[in-house]
């Protein structure tokens, strides 16, 4: 045999399988990763220490109609080649498309925010030092490598940055975990019908279903197709078999990581944090931190240090994703795929959010206090854009043969249905005190 024909036949070693694991994932995966941000991991830590077991089952819940709505925006990326902004703009009225993107910006502000303030604070209790001082330097630093890098160098920091969040999952093994009585809670819950735990479950629901997820993932997939010098499978159907099962695969793989590491911080709030009665936790930092005596040092390390890099990965993409909407909206082009001098008001926007986040950090605002305004943004925002996204999706007059339809549509459909619900909750409890 040949020396070409040996070097076809040698297996892979596991670190080459791994490399080419994660080049092969894509926006589905980075979304599902950047889903768990630090607020996200905030909200969970919150539902465990609070709860316990109690409310494990919400992940079980959300998983089908985050991969439905994902795989949404998604499709109509790819088959259309706009992202969802640019297809809000040609079929919806701008005023609406305007308003709606501006709560968007304003939600993924305030919600850097919180998260380089997070970052912030589990850098100073791992190392020492001024959390403001930490939270500059993150900011800075994320808004110069998105200008500084080309799309195809950021888009392999993601894949690496969304495999950190395995870090939770390995806290797991540093704590006692009583999983007799987990796994019955995730599969056969008790339900407590009390105003604190509906207002959590809203919270979990609104944190795991974001709308700066939707405008990323679709805008995503068309740098993915112009980075690969590919065309909208509407103009290019032959690639739609290939296309749309790498889509499916990736959206799932994504959805349920993103679910699988939340689950991972539940469980170990509430076999740590609840178990010692420590149920009073309101950052990610403060989780960490309570951690440190309950479950040792190494616990209090992965957690920290889970909660700095999920922070890398999520304000790119909070910034990214503000980004591509305004530029879609008011037509300007641009993206990742294009350098400042190609796309200035694309990273114009991306500065600003990012810069405006550390900003506030700077301010006399409670972090914790301005994800209640970001939340309400969020919520205003969400179920209107879900429900365009998912008329969108299914019209064939927009998707041609591509349009959404059967099990996946109505999962959609009913996903919007479910956070129309926690919204009204949302404002009931806002309203209430």
């Given at each position: 045999m040949t020396e070409a024909g040996r070097r076809r036949r040698r297996r892979a070693t596991p670190r080459e399988r791994l490399v080419a694991a994660v080049h092969a994932l894509g926006p589905g995966v980075v979304s599902g990763a950047a889903d768990d941000d630090p607020s996200g991991i905030a909200t969970y830590s919150q539902a465990g220490a609070q709860f316990g077991f109690g409310l494990l089952w919400t992940t079980m819940l959300t998983t089908p109609f985050m991969i439905a709505i994902q795989l949404a925006a998604?499709?109509?990326?790819?088959?259309?080649?706009?992202?969802?902004?640019?297809?809000?703009?040609?079929?919806?009225?701008?005023?609406?498309?305007?308003?709606?993107?501006?709560?968007?910006?304003?939600?993924?502000?305030?919600?850097?925010?919180?998260?380089?303030a997070a970052m912030g604070e589990a850098l100073r209790l791992?190392?020492?030092?001024?959390?403001?001082?930490?939270?500059?330097?993150?900011?800075?630093?994320?808004?110069?490598?998105?200008?500084?890098?080309?799309?195809?160098?950021?888009?392999?920091?993601?894949?690496?940055?969304?495999?950190?969040?395995?870090?939770?999952?390995?806290?797991?093994?540093?704590?006692?975990v009583d999983?007799?009585?987990?796994?019955?809670?995730?599969?056969?819950?008790?339900l407590a019908y009390s105003f604190e735990s509906m207002l959590m479950v809203v919270a979990v629901l609104g944190t795991t279903i974001s709308p700066y997820l939707f405008f990323w993932q679709a805008s995503h997939e068309v740098e993915e197709m112009r980075r690969h010098a590919k065309r909208?499978?509407?103009?290019?159907?032959?690639?739609?078999?290939?296309?749309?099962?790498?889509?499916?695969?990736?959206?799932?793989?994504?959805?349920?990581?993103?679910?699988?590491?939340?689950?991972?911080i539940m469980l170990a709030a509430a076999s740590t944090l609840h178990a010692a009665g420590n149920t009073n936790i309101q950052t990610a930092s403060q989780a960490a931190e309570a951690l440190r005596?309950?479950?040792?040092?190494?616990?209090?390390?992965?957690?920290?240090?889970?909660?700095?890099?999920?922070?890398?990965?999520?304000?790119?993409?909070?910034?990214?994703s503000a980004a591509y909407a305004v530029s879609e909206t008011f037509g300007w082009g641009g993206g990742l795929n294009h350098t400042w001098q190609e796309a200035r008001g694309f990273y114009a926007i991306i500065i600003g959010c990012t810069?405006?986040?550390?900003?506030?950090?700077?301010?006399?605002?409670?972090?914790?206090?301005?994800?209640?305004?970001?939340a309400v943004a969020n919520g205003v925002a969400a179920v209107p854009i879900m429900a365009m996204l998912m008329a969108i999706a299914s019209r064939p007059r927009v998707m041609g043969a591509f349009a959404l339809r059967g099990p996946l549509l109505m999962l959609g459909w009913v996903g919007t249905a479910l956070m129309a619900l926690a919204v009204g909750v949302m404002f009931y409890a806002l309203a209430r005190g």
């Open positions: 998604a499709r109509v990326g790819r088959v259309t080649g706009l992202g969802l902004a640019g297809n809000l703009r040609l079929h919806w009225p701008r005023h609406w498309v305007i308003a709606l993107v501006s709560l968007l910006v304003v939600a993924n502000t305030i919600n850097i925010t919180a998260d380089i791992v190392v020492g030092g001024g959390q403001r001082g930490y939270s500059l330097l993150i900011g800075l630093l994320i808004a110069v490598l998105q200008v500084a890098l080309p799309y195809w160098r950021l888009a392999a920091i993601f894949n690496w940055l969304s495999l950190t969040l395995l870090a939770y999952v390995a806290v797991l093994f540093t704590v006692h999983w007799a009585s987990a796994i019955t809670a995730l599969f056969a819950p008790r909208p499978l509407l103009e290019y159907p032959e690639h739609a078999p290939s296309a749309l099962l790498r889509i499916r695969l990736d959206t799932i793989a994504g959805m349920v990581f993103s679910n699988v590491i939340a689950l991972a005596p309950l479950a040792g040092q190494s616990a209090f390390l992965l957690f920290a240090a889970g909660i700095i890099t999920t922070g890398l990965l999520a304000v790119p993409v909070l910034a990214g810069v405006g986040g550390v900003g506030l950090d700077f301010t006399p605002i409670d972090p914790i206090r301005a994800l209640y305004f970001s």
